[in-house]
């Protein structure tokens, strides 16, 4: 019997695709295209809440019963650290703690937890009359940290943010809020997520 493969999507508005329909997020638009490929799987399991902090996350999941493990899980988190200025310092100590905590619930295979980038929701509508420049910087010291613990633990990091920010300009690529990302642009974070996911399949 085929082997229905399970995925937990941990993260913020951008993993539950806040303003498109549910099945327009990247965790959903995902899993079909593993299924397209031949590869079953159930539809994804969601620890996400638009507004959450990395610190939220965190307190979420030490008080919320899930799976023992799951096949793949992807972490998208910290926007909202960076939209309410908390401290990147403390943001390492949660980002650390909740790779830990993917890696413990993909069974302790690091290279089946996927860490995403930040969103830069700098270049979006929604921003205009803020300081655009500060954004991405900041965006990018968040990020920085992301990239820095993923290779720490050997985990995947795939890059999203060069998309939001080069594609910006198109009224596509943006949800009808004017903030969050449309069925287009999660459908490119979903490529290549897929495409990672197929890869580390092929490593077993």
């Known amino acids: 019997m085929q082997h229905i493969h399970s995925y937990l999507a941990l993260g913020d508005s951008y993993t539950i695709g806040e303003a498109v329909p549910i099945h327009e997020s990247f965790p959903y638009i995902t899993t079909q295209l593993l299924r397209q490929e ?22 979420h999941l030490l008080h919320t019963h899930l799976n023992q493990h799951y096949d793949f899980v992807t972490l998208l988190i910290g926007v909202n650290n960076q939209y309410r ?51 991405t910087k900041e965006i990018d010291a968040f990020n920085l940290v992301c990239k820095q613990i993923a290779k720490q633990f050997h985990t995947p990091f795939i890059d999203i943010t060069t998309e939001t920010r080069a594609f910006s300009s198109d ?9 969050h990302f449309s069925y287009e642009t999660h459908m490119i974070w979903a490529k290549k997520l897929s495409e990672s996911i197929q890869q580390s399949l092929k490593q077993n």
């Open 38 to 59: 031949k590869i079953s799987m159930h539809a994804p399991e969601m620890v996400a809440k638009t507004g959450w902090t990395s610190t939220e996350l965190a307190e």
């Open 85 to 135: 200025n908390l401290s990147v310092d403390n943001f390492k100590n949660d980002f650390e703690f909740l790779v830990k905590k993917a890696i413990h619930f993909a069974a302790g295979k690091n290279e089946r937890v996927f860490i995403l980038s930040i969103p830069d929701w700098g270049y979006t509508p929604f921003a205009a009359d803020k300081n655009k420049e500060q954004i």
């Open 171 to 179: 009224p596509r690529a943006i949800a009808t809020d004017g903030l």
